[in-house]
Structure formats: C-alpha cells, structure tokens
C-alpha cells in the first residue's frame, strides 16, 4: 500500500562528497566491489545518514544500462554524476576531459577463449571456441562535467515535473504484464494498493502523484508476489517499493520523496539482505525506465561498461 505523496528531494550534502574519499582496498571481482560498497553504506545508515543510499539510488535511474556493481563505484565515487564515457568516447562526441581530473574506477569484464581438445571439440562444432568470462579488470570513465567541449543533445526522455506520454507507456506495460487496474475509492486514505493481478489508484491525485502511486504498486506486483532468498518484513517490502517509484519519478525529471531516509533502521548491519534489496531495486527501476524510453530511434543510451572498457 502507498500512502506517501511527492515532495521535493533532499540536496546532496558534503557528508555525500566524502564517499569519494571511501576508497575501499582495490577489488578484483565484481562481488567484492558490491560487498565492499555495501559494508561502507551499512556503516553509513547505522551512523543515521541516508545521503549515501540517496545517491545510489538516483544513480540506479541515470545509468541503469549498467551493472549493479558499477551503479555502486559510480555513485560512491561521484555522487553528483550524470552521464559517465570512457576518454576515447568523450573525445568522439568533440569533448575532451579536463587537465586533472580523476577518473571514476568501473570494472570491466575481461573474456577469453575455453579450447577443447580436439576429441571433444569434433563432438559439438559449435563449442570449439567457446568465449567464457575469465575476470575483471579496472577501466576509468568521467563524468560529462568534467569535460569540456561540444554542447551535448539533450535526452529527449528528460522532462520537468511534468509526466507527459509516460504515464501512456506505463499503462502500457502493465497491460503487458496482465495487471488488471481499476479506480477505488473505497481504498482511502490509501493512495493504491496492489491485491496480486490487480491494482487499485484513489481517484484525484495528481499526475505525478498517480505516475509514482502506480509504480510503486507495479514494483509490488514485480517484486513481491514471488520467493526470495532472504526474508523480508512488509516494512522492508514496502520500502523497496517506494525506493523503486523514487529512482523512476526522479529519472523522469519528478521531485520525489526521500525514499531513502526509511532505509535507516531496517537492516540492522545484514549485509546480505541489503545487497539484495538493492538489486532487487536496481534490476526492477531498470525494466520500468526501458518500458518508460521513447522509441529505439529517438534516444541513444550510454555504452556498457564492455564498451567502454574497449573506448578506454
């Protein structure tokens, strides 16, 4: 159930810059980024700051073409970050980075080649050569502000406090997910509610405040109705939901709530179930914002962290 209304989110404070100067000791594996990241925000939200879980949670909406684990470095080494490349793609977009300025470390996956002998290889020709993944490796992008160059085409997906056709291409997607929905009044003082296949939205609110109802009751109906591998509270379910309709209002160009600042005393140091929760929320932001994109050849998404490590 929803009861939060839209309001404006918080700023990022200097205690939100000092993440940058968290560097963990330098991992090899995409776990041990999570893990160490994960350990620093635990240390952070026992301390009583949510700034930390704001940031990662706006950078799950601005990159969520990437990796859960490279979401985590980005945000925590620069949390104001809005569009991160490698140096080479900078330099073909007629933009050049700054004299100085620090890169943001991502991991980049590393590939190679799994041989066969010749025996086994005649059995299946098609796994003779056989790409596997055989680590990672440290590739350094920078964000747009610390370039200069070229002004840069504005996303045609941003927009200002304004929902637009968006609210259409959700309604669309729930359809295609076989979620029935209907207008209740009787669900007051409840702005939604999602019964499992069904979602009920108070009549009245606002557009942005029924874009953000409704898609924190679709994350419900995506996350919740299914088994997970650590149990949950309907505290911990209900704030993933709103942790998910805060990434996407913001992204979209909404004010949202602080949905973060709820995150402070539900863990209790579980690391596990943290790390979940994040994904959980990351994975779910990213499948809402694909279906919320307008058509292929109206917008051009950042490269994968593959790409820009072949850039860098």
Partial sequence: MNTATVTT?????????????????????????????????I????????????????????????????ILEIARQKPSATRVAGMYAWNQLGRRVNKGEKGIR??????????????????????????????FRSVYVFDVSQ????????????????????????????????????????????LGISYGGKIALLPGQTPAEEFSTLVHE???????????R???????????????AFVVGQTIGLTTGRASADYIHLYHGNAALLTESLEVIQKTSAVILSAL????AETKEEPEPAELAEAS
């Fill in 106 to 135: 991502i991991l980049a996956p590393m590939t190679g080649v799994r041989r066969k002998k010749d025996t086994e290889a005649a059995k299946d020709i098609r796994t003779q050569n056989q790409s596997v993944l055989v680590g």
């Fill in 43 to 70: 240390e952070q939200l026992e301390e009583g700051h949510s700034e930390g879980l704001t940031a990662y949670l706006t950078a799950m909406g601005r990159f969520h073409s990437y990796s859960f684990g490279n």
């Fill in 293 to 296: 994109e307008a058509p292929a």
């Fill in 9 to 41: 989110a918080p700023t990022v404070s200097p205690f939100v810059q000092n993440l940058q100067q968290q560097q963990p000791q330098k991992p090899q594996t995409s776990k041990e980024a999570i893990a160490a990241n994960v350990k620093a925000l």
């Fill in 147 to 190: 370039t200069e160059g070229l002004e840069l085409p504005e996303l045609s997906s941003r927009v200002s406090g304004e929902v637009g056709e968006r609210m259409e291409r959700l309604l669309d997607f729930i359809a295609g997910q076989g979620i029935l929905l209907e207008f209740k009044e009787s669900i007051a003082p409840a």
């Fill in 230 to 244: 650590t149990a949950t509270t309907k505290v911990v379910r209900e704030t993933e939901a709103e942790a998910i």
């Fill in 218 to 228: 679709v994350a419900h109906e995506m996350l919740h109705k299914a088994e997970r």
